[in-house]
């Protein structure tokens, strides 16, 4: 019987990069992507990409129109088939938006989870789920979140960070009870290091797209403390790599892994870099969080100016540190390490300077 791979989250962000490098290593075995039908035909567009620069890949994806949120994942009639010969399941797919409604949040990230699991529980062949789940699972906990710390009675900033929390820990529900899986935990994630190149200008773009927008001497309103937060960032290629290497290995089996910065820059280090890498000079203005959100929340005018949505706001307060223990020494000596952030972050400010008019959306 075939090997097969079953793949949510392609083509997004992580995922348009991960499945090659995937598939790369193991030969013979093809992908199933589980993927919307509105977006099917940017997932068959995207697959011709991967097979035009690696023609091993050819023949290797398939595209299925499906869907999480569907007890039998979309699948139908083809829903034993794949549990049959399914051998490792990529969970990527969620909804990746800060301001999600509570109800889509819960039907995606949450139920769409459970379905996958519930896929998972039927494959007599699986020999591992590989979970991307989020660094933000702490949702507004103060002080250190270490790898191994879930519960721990946070509150949220929204519900795409309460729905991915609920989501983990139906994952390491399954996990205590026999599930072999690893859980990934990237931080904010933002475009490659060598390339700066994203699919939305989000993160740190939200900054770097506001100061190329300003003459040279360019103004910055600044919430909280900027020397006692951090925001902590990492480029695609380094979140790719360490999933692609921690993924292929059975000692990873069982781990949880922070795959983010171990010394984050305060967000008056991340806003003075920003300004650097932009040739901007900065003026701060300091202004209270909630002033803040309510004013790009309710006068007219100041979304549209700053292109900065109020729920971004909270990670430029955000109380969190992550440690990253178990993923430094599991990526000891292989080289997967993160860039230097000047080098990375002129990278960013010229891709920004170019895509100024790219949207901020998720793909939902």
Not at 4 to 27: K, Q, W
Not at 198 to 215: A, E, H, N, S, V
Not at 294 to 319: C, M, N, Q
């Amino acid at each position: 019987m075939p090997q097969t791979i079953l793949f949510t989250g392609f083509p997004g962000f992580l995922g348009s990069e991960l499945l090659p490098r995937v598939l790369a290593r193991a030969p013979g075995v093809t992908a199933i992507c589980l993927v919307q039908a509105k977006f099917a035909a940017l997932a068959r567009e995207r697959a011709a990409e991967l097979v035009g620069r690696d023609a091993s890949l050819a023949g290797r994806i398939e595209i299925v129109e499906g869907d999480i949120v569907a007890a039998d994942l979309g699948l139908g009639d083809r829903y034993a088939e794949v549990a049959a010969s399914t051998t490792e399941i990529f969970h990527l797919a969620a909804v990746y938006d800060l301001s999600v409604p509570r109800g889509l949040a819960e039907a995606v990230n949450v139920q769409g989870t459970i379905h996958v699991l519930d896929l998972a529980a039927a494959c007599p062949r699986l020999e591992r789920l590989q979970y991307v789940s989020t660094c933000y699972v702490s949702g507004r906990y103060t002080g250190i979140f270490r790898e191994t710390d879930l519960v721990l009675g946070q509150r949220f900033n929204n519900f795409y960070e309460e729905t991915k929390y609920l989501a983990e820990v139906e994952v390491q529900a399954r996990m205590a009870a026999g599930l072999p899986a690893t859980v990934y935990r990237p931080s904010i994630v933002a475009g490659d290091a060598a390339t700066g190149a994203t699919q939305k200008l989000d993160g740190p773009y939200f900054l770097l797209r506001w100061l190329l927008k300003q003459p040279r001497v360019a103004v910055m309103p600044m919430v909280g403390d900027p020397d006692g937060y951090r925001f902590n960032t990492v480029p695609r290629d380094f979140i790719v790599d360490a999933i692609t290497e921690l993924s292929g290995r059975a000692d990873t089996v069982g781990a949880v892994y922070a795959l983010a910065d171990p010394a984050p820059l305060t967000v008056g280090e991340l806003v003075e870099l920003s300004a650097a890498s932009c040739g901007k000079r900065l003026v701060q203005v300091p202004l209270p969080t909630t002033l803040a959100k309510l004013s790009i929340e309710r006068v007219p005018g100041v979304l549209g100016l700053l292109e900065i949505p109020s729920d971004a706001v909270d990670y430029f307060t955000h109380p969190t540190h992550y440690l990253t223990d178990a993923a430094q020494a599991a990526l000891s000596g292989t080289g997967i390490a993160l860039p230097d952030k000047r080098e990375w972050f002129a990278q960013l400010a010229s891709f920004t300077r170019d895509h100024l008019g790219m949207s901020s959306a998720a793909m939902v």
